[in-house]
C-alpha cells in the first residue's frame, strides 16, 4: 500500500514511515520532522527510532465528544471576562481528562503499538510519547516544551494514559497563555501524539544538536550538547553538559578533525528508567563519569554529520534531539525542528551592548545567553509564583527552569540560573524573549539575595557576569550595509575565543592579531613549563595543577588541547580569510603569575624589555614550552583544517634570534611555506625597522606594535606615570620608522599592518596610516565600525594624490593631529 492510499485510510494514526513536512497540519511539526527524516534521509544514514502518530483529526474527534469543545469555549470565555489563568487551565485539563478516548482512537493506538512490537521482536516495547501541536515548531510559532513528554512508557495501558495526558497538555497555563498573546485560537490550535520507540539512552548518553551557534548565530559551525543518561536532564537544564564545536567545511573532508572545540561539563545528575515505569533522576555515582566526555570523536562526526545532511535537506538551520543506545551502542535521532532565534535575526545589523562605567568585582558567572544586559532588584524564588508577586524589570535567579516559569520569566529583565547548559529551558527562553540570562552558575541562589540591586552582562564572551548595583550601560545598533568598501584591510584585535563568534557578521578582512596570552592565562591557567616539569613546582601550586588537569593523563596535552581550541574558534570565526596568531608574549612577571610559574621564572628589574617574546623559545628555560605552542599550532593548520592560520613571532631582537626560533618551529613541523604556512614578525624594534630587507628575507609580513616601537624608539617605559607626557605614538621619529619600514617592505613583496590602539582613538592617525600606504590596519571590535569609515574618508581623501608619503619626509600637523 501507497502513501497516498495509507494517508487516505488512516485518519486516527499513521506511521512515521509514510509522513513528511507536508503533513504539518496533520501530526504537527515534529511528527511532520520525524516522517520527513524516516522517508528521506535513512537512505544518507540518518538513523531514526521508528514510531506512528495520531492525527488532528483523532484529536478533534475527542473535543466533538459530549459537547466538550462547547465547554473549552466557555472556560476560555470566564478566562477574557477576568477568571484567573490557572483556574481555566486547571478545568479545562481536568475535563479532558475525565472525558473518555474514542473507542476508534484507543483501538487504533494499540493496533500500532502491537505492530511496533512485532517489528521490534519484543514484547510491550518502550516508547517514548510525545505531543505535537499543529502551530509548533512553525516559523512563526515555535516556543520551548510547551506541553508533555512521557518517557519509558510500556504496555497499552500506559500508552493511552499518556496519550490522554498528552491531549490535556495543550491546555497548561504556558500554552493558554502562549496562544493568548500569539493571537491563535485555541481550538484552532489541535494536537498530534508521537509514539516512538525508545532508544537506551538511560544506559549511555542523550542530547541535543544547533547546526549554527546559539548564542551568535555563527553558521559555520555545529554545535552538539551531550551527558549521561535520558536527554530530559539536557533540555530542562539539571545538568552542565559536555559540547563539542564543529567545523563545517571540515567536516566536509573526511581526511581533518572537525572539532574545533570541546567543553567538559559536570554532568552531576542523568535521567534514567523508573523502577515503576516512567523516568527519574540519580546522581551520576562515579566520579570518572562527570570527567569522562559522553562522545567519542568519531560519534560527535557522525551527529554533526547527520545535522548538517538534516540541516541541506530542509534549506535552514535545525535544531535536534540525539540519543546513543546503551545495549547496541548505536546513535540515533528522535527530534528535529526549525531553529527560531538566530536564524530570524537580520545579519546586516549589529547590535551591541557595554557597561560604561567600572563594575567592581563579578558577584558570581556562570555561562552568557545572548548578548545584552540587565539589571533590577533581585528576586530569588525556588518554586513559580503568580504575576503579582513578580515585579516587572526584576532579575529572577533560581536554581532552575521548565516551561511553568515562563510567564514570570516575560517579566524578567534578566534571569540567573544555579544549573542548566546553553540547551536548557532558561537558555532556549530566554533566547526567545531577548532577556540576558547566566545559566549554571552553581549557587546564585545563594549568593544573589532578594532585594538587593544588581546588574547582569553577557556582553563579555561566554562567560556571564552579575555585578552589585544598578550599571549604566548603552547600546549601539550598527547598519553592515551601510560600511564602505576600502581598498586598506581593515581587521581585528582578538584575544578571548568565546568571543570571537560575536563578531562574525563584521565585514572585516581577518584577524589581524589573535594573541595567545588570553588563552593562556584564562583557557589553560598552568605554565606550560610547570605541566612538563611539576617536580619544580610547590605544593599549593600542584595540588591547584591537579585540579585543573583532572582525567587528564598527559598534562602536556592538555595545554596542547585548550590552546589549539582557542585558536580554532578564532580561525573558524573568519574562515578563509587569515588570522594572525601571535605566540606568547608575556612578561616574565606575567609568566609568574600563572600556576606554577615562579619556579621557571626570573626576577627582572624591567621585565618589559627583559626574557620576552622569540629569546625564549629556543632558550633551555622555555623551548619545550614553545615546542607545545608549535603543536598546537601546528594541529589547528594540519589536523583541523584551519590553514588561514598564520603565526607570528614577537619581540624579535636579530637576524640570529629569527634563524633560531625558525629552526625550533620547523623541528616541530611549522616549517614556513609549508601546506602554505606564511610567518610574520612584530615590527616593535628599531631592529626591525632598520634590517627590514634582512628581516623580510625570515618573514613573510610585518605587524607594527606601536606601543612597543614607540617605548623602545624614544626610550620611555610605557608604563612609567612620570613619562606619560613623553610616550607618543605620532612622535616624528616613531612617525617616519613607519613610513621608513612600509616601502621598503613592500618593495620586497612582504605585507606590513598595525595592530594598535592608536586607529581606534585617532582619525588623523588612521589617515596618516592611509598615506603610508599600509596594508592593513588591525584594531577592536567594537572600533571596526568607526575605523573603516575613517580609512574610507583618508582613502577618499587622497583621490588623485600619491598612494605613498614621500619616504622619510616628516608628517605635516594636517597629517597628524595628537589627541592628549
Not at 540515533?332 to 536564524?343: C, G
Not at 544555579?418 to 549557587?443: K, M, N, Q, Y
Request: aromatic share 6%; hydrophobic share 40%; net charge negative.
Amino acid at each position: 500500500m501507497g502513501r497516498e492510499d495509507i494517508m487516505a485510510t488512516a485518519r486516527r494514526v499513521v506511521p512515521f514511515a509514510v509522513l513528511g513536512r507536508q503533513d504539518v497540519g496533520r501530526v504537527g511539526g515534529k511528527n511532520a520532522s520525524l516522517g520527513e527524516m524516516t522517508a528521506h534521509l535513512a537512505s544518507a544514514g540518518v538513523r531514526v527510532p521508528p514510531g506512528f502518530a495520531t492525527t488532528a483529526d483523532a484529536y478533534r474527534e475527542l473535543l466533538d465528544g459530549h459537547g466538550l469543545r462547547a465547554r473549552i469555549e466557555a472556560q476560555i470565555g470566564r478566562l477574557h471576562e477576568g477568571t484567573v489563568l490557572d483556574e481555566v487551565g486547571a478545568e479545562i485539563r481536568s475535563m479532558i481528562l475525565a472525558e473518555p478516548l474514542p473507542t476508534g482512537l484507543r483501538s487504533e493506538v494499540v493496533s500500532a503499538y502491537e505492530q511496533l512490537s512485532r517489528d521490534q521482536g519484543r514484547h510491550d516495547p518502550e516508547v517514548a510519547v510525545r505531543s505535537s501541536a499543529t502551530a509548533e515548531d512553525l516559523p512563526e510559532a515555535s516556543f520551548a516544551g510547551q506541553q508533555e513528554t512521557y518517557l519509558n512508557v510500556r504496555g497499552p495501558a500506559q500508552l493511552l494514559q499518556s496519550c490522554h495526558r498528552c491531549y490535556a497538555s495543550l491546555f497548561t497555563d504556558r500554552a493558554i497563555d502562549y496562544r493568548e498573546r500569539m493571537g491563535f485560537d485555541h481550538l484552532s490550535v489541535a494536537l498530534s501524539v508521537g509514539v516512538q520507540i525508545m532508544v537506551r539512552s538511560d544506559l549511555a548518553g542523550a542530547g541535543v544538536i544547533f547546526t549554527l551557534d546559539p548564542e551568535s548565530g555563527f553558521p559555520e559551525v555545529i554545535v552538539v550538547s551531550a551527558a549521561w543518561g535520558l536527554g530530559e536532564t539536557v533540555v530542562s537544564g539539571q545538568v552542565d553538559p559536555d559540547e563539542y564545536t564543529v567545523f563545517k567545511p571540515s567536516l566536509k573532508d573526511p581526511a581533518l578533525d572537525p572539532v574545533i572545540d570541546v567543553r567538559i561539563g559536570a554532568k552531576r545528575k542523568k535521567a534514567v528508567y523508573g523502577e515503576r515505569g516512567l523516568t527519574r533522576t540519580v546522581d551520576t555515582t562515579r566520579e570518572e563519569r562527570r570527567s569522562r566526555t559522553v562522545l567519542t570523536a568519531a560519534e560527535v562526526r557522525q551527529l554533526a554529520g547527520w545535522a548538517m545532511t538534516v540541516e541541506e535537506h530542509y534549506g535552514c538551520p535545525m535544531d535536534l534531539e540525539w540519543a546513543k543506545d546503551g545495549l547496541t551502542g548505536e546513535l540515533a535521532i528522535v527530534q528535529a525542528r526549525p531553529e527560531t532565534v538566530q536564524s530570524r535575526r537580520r545579519t546586516t545589523t549589529l547590535r551591541r551592548c557595554r557597561l560604561t562605567e567600572s563594575p567592581g568585582e563579578s558577584l558570581i558567572e556562570g555561562i552568557a545567553v545572548g548578548e545584552a544586559i540587565g539589571s533590577g532588584p533581585v528576586v530569588v524564588l525556588d518554586s513559580p509564583v503568580d504575576l503579582d508577586r513578580f515585579p516587572t524589570g526584576a532579575v529572577l535567579v533560581t536554581g532552575i527552569t521548565d516551561p511553568d516559569w515562563e510567564p514570570v520569566m516575560k517579566r524578567a529583565s534578566a534571569i540567573v540560573t544555579d544549573h542548566g547548559g546553553r540547551t536548557s529551558h532558561a537558555a532556549i527562553v530566554s533566547r526567545e524573549l531577548g532577556v540576558p540570562a547566566v545559566v549554571g552558575t552553581g549557587r546564585a541562589t545563594e549568593v544573589l539575595r532578594s532585594g538587593h540591586e544588581a546588574t547582569v552582562s553577557c556582553a563579555e564572551g561566554a562567560r556571564g557576569q552579575v555585578y552589585a548595583g544598578l550599571l549604566a550601560y548603552e547600546e549601539r545598533e550598527t547598519d553592515l550595509a551601510e560600511l564602505p568598501a576600502t581598498r586598506t584591510r581593515v581587521m581585528l584585535n582578538l584575544a578571548d575565543p568565546s568571543a570571537a563568534f560575536r563578531w562574525w557578521r563584521l565585514p572585516t578582512d581577518g584577524v589581524g592579531l589573535a594573541r595567545l596570552e588570553f588563552i593562556v592565562a584564562h583557557q589553560v591557567k598552568a605554565h606550560p613549563m610547570a605541566l612538563l616539569h611539576p617536580e619544580r613546582v610547590d605544593q599549593q601550586d600542584l595540588c591547584a595543577i591537579e585540579q585543573l588537569t583532572e582525567g587528564c593523563l598527559d598534562r602536556g596535552q592538555y595545554f596542547v588541547d585548550r590552546l589549539a581550541y582557542g585558536v580554532a574558534r578564532i580561525a573558524a570565526s573568519r574562515w578563509p580569510a587569515p588570522v594572525v596568531v601571535r605566540t606568547s608574549d608575556f612578561k616574565t612577571n606575567e609568566y609568574a603569575r600563572l600556576l606554577g610559574g615562579r619556579a621557571f621564572e626570573p626576577v627582572e628589574a624591567n621585565p618589559m624589555i627583559g626574557w620576552r617574546g622569540a629569546s625564549r623559545y629556543y632558550s633551555d628555560g622555555y623551548r619545550e614550552g614553545f615546542t607545545l605552542e608549535c603543536r598546537a599550532l601546528r594541529r589547528v593548520r594540519d589536523e583541523m583544517g584551519l590553514t588561514n592560520v598564520i603565526v607570528m613571532i614577537p619581540f624579535c631582537r636579530t637576524l640570529e634570534e629569527a634563524d633560531r626560533v625558525l629552526d625550533v618551529m620547523a623541528e616541530q613541523g611549522l616549517r614556513r611555506g609549508g601546506n602554505g604556512l606564511k610567518v610574520y614578525v612584530m615590527a616593535e624594534i628599531p631592529s626591525n625597522i632598520v634590517l627590514a630587507e634582512d628581516f623580510a628575507e625570515r618573514f613573510d609580513g610585518f605587524s607594527i606594535g606601536s606601543n612597543d616601537l614607540t617605548q623602545l624608539t624614544l626610550g620611555v617605559d610605557r608604563d612609567s606615570e612620570a613619562l606619560a607626557h613623553v610616550f607618543d605614538e605620532t612622535d616624528p621619529a616613531v612617525t617616519r620608522s613607519i613610513q621608513t619600514l612600509v616601502p621598503r617592505a613592500q618593495a620586497v613583496g612582504r605585507t606590513v599592518g598595525l595592530c594598535g590602539q592608536r586607529p581606534s582613538d585617532d582619525p588623523a592617525f588612521t589617515e596618516f596610516l592611509v598615506k603610508t600606504g599600509i596594508d592593513s590596519i588591525s584594531v577592536a571590535p567594537d572600533s571596526f565600525a568607526a575605523v573603516k569609515q575613517h580609512v574610507a574618508a583618508a582613502e577618499m581623501n587622497l583621490h588623485g594624490e600619491e598612494r605613498t608619503a614621500p619616504f622619510g619626509t616628516q608628517p605635516s600637523q594636517a597629517d597628524l593631529t595628537s589627541s592628549h
